[in-house]
């Protein structure tokens, strides 16, 4: 099952504006990563935000962790056609192994 | 990095598969994920040092090996057509916060 979801599911925007995703989860967590997706590929790993942080920036990525809301958001600045990609939010465990819980995705279109 | 073989993979419904990952050197974890289109990766199990270390809700006919040597295997009995799927795996140093690095993924086709 998944343990976040994405919101929004797709987000089409032109080049140069912002773009956010929002990130939801069930369960206590350690840490929140973000990954990028291309093409149905292989993921990249962007970011990890640990449970005590609030927040995180990565070049053009801006990453918030609300742990009382159980809520992450990613904000990527001055957007690329470069950028477009699928990008999921994972939570691990905390029961004691490694296991990550990816959310159900945000499908980013950045038109030239 | 991480390199997955093949890259793509057709077999018939009730035949066995092996997928391949090498993993990053001097990573002692690798977890292998389900990613079916349109949807996020699904957990299917991780291995560490060697032994299986935490598994998902995937069948006993979904089973895995590491070896010393960075390598791994993914291996799927009586094939389903719902076993089409992208196969990824993950290599780490294991930890509660470390950071995975993935394959490009097998692209398999149950026909």
């Known amino acids: 099952s998944q343990q976040g979801e994405e919101d929004p599911q797709a987000l089409s925007i032109q080049e140069g504006e912002n773009a956010t995703m929002n990130c939801s989860y069930k369960?206590?967590?350690?840490?929140l990563q973000w990954y990028r997706q291309n093409s149905g590929r292989g993921l990249v790993h962007l970011i990890l935000?640990?449970?005590?942080?609030r927040e995180k920036h990565s070049g053009r990525l801006r990453v918030t962790l609300d742990t009382s809301k159980k809520s992450s958001s990613l904000l990527i600045t001055a957007s690329r056609a470069a950028d477009t990609a699928s990008y999921f939010c994972a939570t691990d465990d905390p029961g004691g192994y490694q296991k990550v819980t990816f959310g159900t995705g945000t499908k980013l279109q950045v038109i030239p | 990095g991480v390199t997955q073989s093949p890259t793509h993979l057709i077999k018939t419904r009730g035949q066995q598969v092996t997928l391949r990952c090498s993993s990053q050197s001097g990573h002692n974890t690798v977890s292998w994920y389900q990613q079916a289109l349109g949807q996020g990766p699904q957990f299917i199990f991780q291995?560490?040092?060697?032994?299986?270390?935490g598994r998902g809700n995937f069948p006993p006919r979904f089973s895995g090996l590491q070896f010393p040597n960075d390598s791994s295997e993914l291996n799927v009995n009586a094939l389903e057509l719902d076993d089409s799927a992208l196969y990824l795996c993950a290599s780490s140093l294991g930890g509660a916060s470390t950071e995975a690095f993935f394959g490009q993924g097998t692209r398999l086709t149950v026909v």
């Open positions: 369960t206590s967590i350690n840490n």
């Open positions: 935000i640990r449970s005590n942080e």
């Open positions: 291995y560490y040092r060697e032994e299986e270390n």
